[in-house]
């Protein structure tokens, strides 16, 4: 059974760039929820996705957005990026929607923003 | 406000000996916790959950233990291995919010 896949893993942006992230879901997974790892602050949650409806948000500002997709693939977009948005972005999937459940996360995408 | 704290940021451990990592949580409301460890370039990998109607949970060298009265939890490795050196992170979940994570623990196993 195939993993969650994120891509890609690896850019880098300048200041005021836009972003696209992607992340592919286990199959069958429906829920997507995505993470923001920073040196030093752990795992900080952006939001969750679950048949295509954006259910949880978490502390970002707005320039942070996200959707999902019918085949419950993911992507979350970041625009106007800042320094500090120079980040590992994971992504992680689960059959239900969140809670008591266990995560599976991806690889991640680091992004770094000169 | 940080509702789950992982006070040490790093341990050193010998191999062969015991690791116990710390979590504490401030929210009563929290029901369900999870260990996962982390490799660089890798994502987070789960390792062991428990919940509250629980005080322990044992997966061969692994064992979590949950103090309710105090807000507490720990992860103890036994014995501790080289290959165990990762960044451990605790997260905790009321059963229906999303996984609210600590800042993560290194562990370095010492050969």
């Known amino acids: 059974k195939a993993g969650v896949t994120q891509t890609p893993r690896y850019l880098i942006k300048t200041r005021g760039q836009q972003v696209t992230l992607s992340c592919s879901p286990i199959s069958g997974h429906r829920s997507v929820s995505w993470y923001q790892q920073t040196p030093g602050q752990g795992l900080q949650f952006l939001f969750e996705?679950?048949?295509?409806?954006?259910?949880n948000k978490g502390n970002f500002p707005g320039r942070f957005s996200g959707r999902q997709f019918s085949n419950s693939r993911s992507e979350m977009n970041v625009s106007t990026l800042e320094l500090g948005d120079s980040a590992l972005y994971l992504c992680a999937s689960s059959s239900q929607a969140s809670g008591a459940n266990v995560l599976t996360f991806g690889a991640g995408s680091r992004l770094t923003v000169l | 406000d940080q509702q789950v704290k992982q006070n040490s940021p790093s341990l050193s451990v010998q191999e062969g000996r015991i690791s116990i990592l710390n979590c504490d949580y401030t929210n009563s409301m929290f029901d369900y916790f999870l260990w996962y460890k982390k490799y660089p370039a890798e994502g987070p990998t789960f390792l062991i959950s428990?919940?509250?109607?629980?005080d322990k949970n044992e997966d061969g060298r692994f064992t979590v233990f949950l103090n309710k009265s105090a807000k507490h939890l720990s992860l103890h490795i036994v014995p501790s291995q080289p290959g165990d050196s990762a960044v451990y992170f605790c997260?905790?979940?009321?059963?229906?919010?999303?996984?609210?994570f600590g800042k993560g623990t290194r562990l370095s196993v010492i050969a």
């Open positions: 428990i919940s509250s109607i629980k």
């Open positions: 996705y679950f048949s295509e409806t954006q259910r």
């Open positions: 997260a905790a979940s009321d059963g229906n919010t999303p996984l609210v």
